[in-house]
């Protein structure tokens, strides 16, 4: 029975994925007017203050439509009310083409982003010229992002990156530790990963160019069914991300290839705004971001995503858990 | 540069794109679109389309023809046809995906679910429809049952069947654009990589779609014309 069950699960996360994935969900504008974070306490470490003055402002925060980046809108969306904002979400927005679209004709007021997909997709950089340092990084964005008159806040402690997957079984048997051990290998595999996958250099094509690498085929599949395509045994490897949480509850059946030539930059979360709505938001707003996302390292990261992607919980509800554990809102 | 014009602007620019190679943010130097990889696309969205209009024709054509036939089965029929333009064909591909994986064998069962439902009505309803006299005449003239259905009541369904037949291919061509979600990589990689092909890419991918459909829809018009017996044509006197 536990065959079935697992089927099931792999069903239904396949279905919500794709579901995700094209924006089936309705436009997802929920008003979060949650009052208050007053703490009866006073001075819980940490706990967001509500300010008055906020309730004047009103915020609209993006999200790409994939799990982490809806779990870190819904942190902020709830952060940003517990502070007294009046706030809207808007979660599905397609890429980061369509949310930084989004933001320059002020659908959103801010979104957050990677700082690695940032510099390489809007600004053209290298996959090799992205800083490992994630300060340098979000600096060197920033500096683009002012020159249009964006502005992207100081980054998550956690960073999240593709990573080429496989499954212990593979591993073992060719031996492989990093990506360059997949070299006169790599002929008999196949890879899957996201049907953006296929072109981009931060992905197969610099598998291809950087590594020298060929697969035996590669296979463009939705999203949701990075790790479907593995347990079914379709695929030899998966484009996976760092910060799966199948990684860490099934150590003993998946494993990450180290990138060992950096093709896939890290990218720690840079919540990019405009500054008009950082001027008109006033100090509260970017207080309040930098100071609910210092929890945010990988462990926590991965624990988030483990409750929508495995427990099914939703952003919102992991995200409430998190703030309230955390002891930033009461 | 007024608000009208922008379109415009970007309708160009998804022409330039199906044509000539465009650069790209995100691909490390390579160049993206223009026709060699518009043509691959199509044709593999054409590819795609092909295999699930032939399984969808032979399961559903037969089927429909016979129950008409026999004037049975309305209500069950009816039933399947509903249920099967109402699952969203989305949730389709992720079933079968989960089921039997993904590539060019479950997109193509997927995708002829899709086109089952029209197919099967249609044949039905153009069976239906045909005059009970001239199936009487025809059985009293000696043919058999495979006879009628073959000789009689086809050729008089014609323009029924193939109206089935068109909707089918047009749905099944159109919603061929998500198959690049479960491995098989057609016109969709244009519009859904917006990420790498811009948005020149992306209208160039649904501008391509359109004029496929299109083409496909007069092919088979004027098979239907030659199909169609001369006695069933409006006369234009």
Same mark, same amino acid.
């Given at each position: 029975m536990r065959i079935d069950k697992t089927r099931w699960r792999a069903l239904l996360a396949t279905l919500a994925a794709l579901a995700l994935t094209l924006g089936i969900a309705a436009c997802g504008d929920s008003d979060d007017s949650t009052t208050s974070g007053s703490t009866e306490g006073g001075e819980a470490t940490g706990a967001i203050q509500q300010n008055p003055e906020n309730g004047k402002v009103n915020l609209t925060i993006g999200s790409k439509n994939f799990p982490e980046q809806e779990i870190l809108g819904e942190i902020y969306a709830q952060a940003l009310s517990a502070a007294g904002y009046k706030v809207k979400t808007a979660h599905n927005l397609g890429s980061e083409t369509v949310a930084l679209k989004a933001l320059k004709t002020d659908q959103i007021s801010g979104y957050p982003e990677y700082a690695s997909t940032a510099l390489t997709s809007f600004f053209g950089l290298e996959p090799e010229e992205v800083p490992a340092n994630a300060d340098e990084a979000w600096e060197k964005a920033n500096e683009e992002f002012e020159k249009e008159d964006l502005q992207a806040f100081e980054p998550t402690p956690f960073a999240s990156a593709n990573a080429v997957g496989t499954t212990k079984e593979i591993a073992d048997k060719y031996d492989l530790k990093t990506v360059s051990d997949l070299e006169g290998v790599s002929e008999k595999l196949s890879l899957y990963g996201s049907p953006e996958c296929r072109q981009r250099i931060d992905c197969l094509a610099g598998l291809e160019s950087l590594y020298g690498l060929e697969f035996k085929s590669f296979t463009p599949v939705d999203i949701g069914l990075r790790y479907t395509v593995l347990e079914k045994g379709q695929a030899d490897l998966s484009i996976l991300f760092t910060t799966d949480p199948q990684l860490a509850?099934?150590?003993?059946? +998946?494993?990450?290839?180290?990138?060992?030539?950096?093709?896939?930059?890290?990218?720690?979360?840079? +919540?990019?705004?405009?500054?008009?709505?950082?001027?008109?938001?006033?100090?509260?707003?970017?207080?309040?971001?930098?100071?609910?996302?210092?929890?945010?390292?990988?462990?926590?990261?991965q624990e988030l995503d483990a409750r929508v992607e495995l427990e099914k919980q939703t952003p919102k509800e992991a995200a409430k858990a998190y703030l309230e554990s955390a002891g930033y809102i009461g | 540069m007024n608000d009208f014009q922008v379109p415009l602007a970007g309708f160009g620019g998804a022409l330039e794109f199906i044509f000539s190679p465009q650069s790209s943010n995100v691909t490390g130097g390579k160049s993206v679109g223009g026709l060699e990889q518009s043509l691959d696309l199509a044709l593999k969205q054409l590819e795609v389309t092909g295999l699930a209009m032939a399984v969808a024709l032979i399961i559903a054509l037969p089927?429909?023809?016979?129950?008409?036939?026999?004037?049975?089965?309305?209500? *069950?029929?009816?039933?399947?046809?509903?249920?099967?333009?109402?699952?969203?064909?989305?949730?389709?591909i992720a079933l079968v995906a989960a089921l039997i994986g993904v590539g060019l064998v479950p997109v193509t069962l997927a995708l002829a679910v899709l086109g089952i439902p029209p197919i099967l009505?249609?044949?039905?309803?153009?069976?239906?429809?045909?005059?009970?006299?001239? *199936?009487d005449a025809a059985r009293g003239m000696g043919m058999s049952e495979s006879a009628i259905i073959r000789k009689v009541e086809l050729p008089l369904a014609v323009p029924t069947v193939m109206g089935g037949i068109r909707s089918s291919t047009i749905a099944i061509l159109a919603t061929a654009t998500i198959a690049p979600l479960a491995g098989v990589v057609t016109l969709g990689d244009y519009i859904i990589n917006e990420g790498i092909y811009g948005l020149d890419g992306r209208i160039a991918g649904a501008i391509l779609v359109a004029v496929l459909a299109l083409s496909l829809e007069g092919i088979l018009a004027l098979l239907q014309r030659r199909l169609t017996s001369d006695g069933l044509k409006l006369k234009t006197v």
């Open positions: 509850a099934e150590s003993d059946k +998946f494993v990450i290839l180290e990138d060992d030539k950096e093709v896939f930059p890290a990218g720690n979360v840079i +919540f990019v705004t405009s500054k008009k709505v950082a001027e008109e938001a006033g100090p509260d707003y970017e207080e309040t971001i930098l100071q609910v996302q210092e929890g945010l390292d990988l462990k926590v990261m | 089927l429909g023809l016979y129950l008409g036939h026999k004037g049975k089965g309305e209500q *069950v029929l009816v039933g399947v046809a509903n249920a099967g333009r109402a699952i969203p064909e989305l949730a389709l009505t249609n044949a039905y309803v153009g069976v239906r429809q045909v005059d009970a006299a001239t *199936v």
